[in-house]
């Protein structure tokens, strides 16, 4: 199959970011600064980690990073990899039918299909993990020989999006160890597009992305709702009206 272009993938790259992360701009923009649920115990530590001070603005972003940064962004990502991928590749890259699949595509550096399950990061599964992801490989080879279609043993991958080969926790290195192919990071880029440096440039075409969308200016405006809720009623974070 033929090789999409580089730049097309970045820009189909950019497109996707851009759309994720309007989306959750609107997230941003929907939340109340009174719906967030903090713990007294421990806030005023996370606000005086983050800025080496206890006030409105350190109390603020200690509320809203966790949520804007962690849960909010990261967890989104991580349920929409085959959406990111087939939107970023094309033609060249379907979403697969077959059971416990994620995508199918033609290897670009041995040419041959292959059939893919994605994760997001380098330790991304659990222990329970191992069992279900080296089932379904079992099944797909089994299925591959009641049709009679030839298949390698190399053909069946365990595709992360992002990390090192040395970042691949246990759980991992134990599928690697059992005889199946784990691609991580630059990796698994290079045989998904046959470019050597383009995992690096699809990072820098997030970063982009999240420059040029409306989330940076939504999260900041989020930031300081809750900031002013803070300084509105510092008793119910734990503060005095004398420490802000």
């Known amino acids: 199959m ?15 970011f851009i759309e994720f992360f309007n989306k959750k701009s609107i997230a941003f923009k929907k939340k109340k600064a009174k719906d967030f649920k903090i713990n007294p115990f421990t806030i005023q530590a996370t606000a005086k980690a983050i800025s080496d001070k ?19 962004i990261a967890t989104s990502f991580g349920t929409q990899v085959q959406e990111f991928i087939v939107k970023t590749m094309g033609d060249p890259v379907v979403g697969s039918v077959v059971q416990g699949m994620d995508i199918e595509y033609y290897d670009a550096i041995d040419g041959n299909k292959k059939y893919c399950q994605l994760k997001s990061g380098p330790t991304t599964i659990n222990k329970d993990d191992i069992k279900t992801i080296e089932d379904h490989f079992t099944g797909l080879y089994n299925l591959a020989r009641t049709n009679h279609r030839n298949m390698g043993i190399n053909d069946a991958v365990v595709g992360v999006l992002y990390g090192d080969k040395n ?14 192919v784990v691609l991580c990071g630059e990796d698994f880029w290079y045989h998904l597009t046959g470019y050597k440096d383009i995992y690096s440039d699809l990072v820098k075409v997030a970063q982009k992305a999240a420059i040029n969308s409306e989330m940076k200016n939504d999260f900041q405006s989020l ?18 009206k004398d420490d802000i």
């Open 167 to 180: 970042d691949l926790s246990q759980m991992y290195k134990h599928i690697i160890k059992d005889g199946y």
């Open 54 to 72: 206890v006030d409105a603005q350190s109390m603020a972003e200690a509320i809203v990073y966790p949520f804007a940064l962690g849960t909010s």
């Open 223 to 240: 930031i300081d709702r809750v900031k002013t809720r803070v300084e509105e009623d510092p008793e119910s974070y734990g503060l005095k």
């Open 2 to 16: 033929d090789q999409l272009p580089k730049d097309k993938i970045l820009a189909n790259a950019y497109d996707f």
